[in-house]
């Protein structure tokens, strides 16, 4: 420590004071006078061991706020991950057998992951896709066979929904 540093008594650390002297005569004091807390105005020689550098004191206070920051972080991230929906393929299949455009939605993700699937139905896939896209609705057989496709292929459509793909 030298003159004019900033340090906090260790016992009481609200007393702040400013380092005015060093003692020469017996090493390891040094003369402190007290600019805040329970100490305020009053001066004394201190033993180097009863004081803590300012600094000292200020950089474990980061640390401790970038601790605290970090864990808010970890929370925030469980929160958001647990509030993302998992689909299972149970919920994927029942949606395909009551929900029309579900088995249309199947068809445009098939279409879009056509490696995912065998290469025998790709180029149906492909085909109603285009029939969808053109702003027609699948009906008939068409729509059986599409629905038939999406509960063959309905990992892929899983996979997809919960973002793997």
Known sequence: ????????LVRDVSSIGIV???NEVFQ?????????GNELNKTYEVNNCEIIAAD???????????KEEAAIVAVAEKVVQKSVKKWSKIEVVAMLKEKPNAVE???LCLNKHSDKIPEKSRSYVAYWAQYI?????????????????????????????????
């Open 28 to 36: 390891g004091f040094t003369c402190v006078k007290f600019i805040s």
């Open 133 to 165: 896209i053109g702003g027609k609705k699948l009906s008939g057989a068409h729509f059986q066979n599409a629905r038939r496709t999406c509960f063959f292929n309905a990992k892929v459509l899983v996979d997809a929904a919960n973002g793997v793909l």
């Open 105 to 107: 939605r199947g068809v």
């Open 56 to 66: 000292d004191v200020i950089y474990e206070a980061e640390q401790e706020e970038i």
């Open 1 to 8: 420590m030298k003159v004019g540093d900033l340090v906090y």
């Open 20 to 22: 005015i002297g060093i």
